[in-house]
C-alpha cells in the first residue's frame, strides 16, 4: 500500500508528468499536464482507457478530433494512432494493458 504522493515519477514529455502504478497486467497512469503542452502522435500496442478528472484535452484519436472534458472516458485500441494538446491545466487518469514496462521508473 503506498499513497500516491509518495509514487515516483517522471516527464513523458515536456509539459506531461505522470506517476504510474503496475499491476501484473495493467498500468495506472496519474498525469498531469501544463496548458499548452503536446504529445505527438503515436502509437502503441496497449489498450489504453483515459478518463479526465481535470480541464480540456484536445485529442485525435485515429483521425477523429475531439474535445475531452472532466468526467468523459474514451477507450483506445492498441496500435490506433493518437495525440493530445491540453487546452487547460489537465489531470489524467490513464489505464493500459498489458503493463507499460517503458513506464517503470
Do not use: C, W
Not at 10 to 38: C, N, W
Amino acid at each position: 500500500m503506498q499513497h500516491l504522493d509518495d509514487v515516483k515519477g517522471k516527464e513523458i514529455v515536456p509539459g506531461l508528468y505522470g506517476r504510474f502504478v503496475h499491476g501484473d497486467t495493467m498500468t495506472l497512469s496519474f498525469v498531469d499536464i501544463q496548458p499548452g503542452a503536446q504529445l505527438p502522435e503515436h502509437s502503441h500496442p496497449h489498450e489504453q482507457i483515459t478518463f479526465i478528472l481535470e480541464g480540456e484535452l484536445e485529442m485525435v484519436i485515429g483521425g477523429e478530433k475531439m474535445l475531452l472534458t472532466p468526467g468523459m472516458v474514451h477507450v483506445i485500441p492498441g496500435n490506433v494512432p493518437h495525440s493530445a494538446i491540453a487546452r487547460t491545466f489537465v489531470k489524467v487518469l490513464d489505464a493500459f494493458s498489458p503493463v507499460r514496462e517503458d513506464y517503470r521508473v
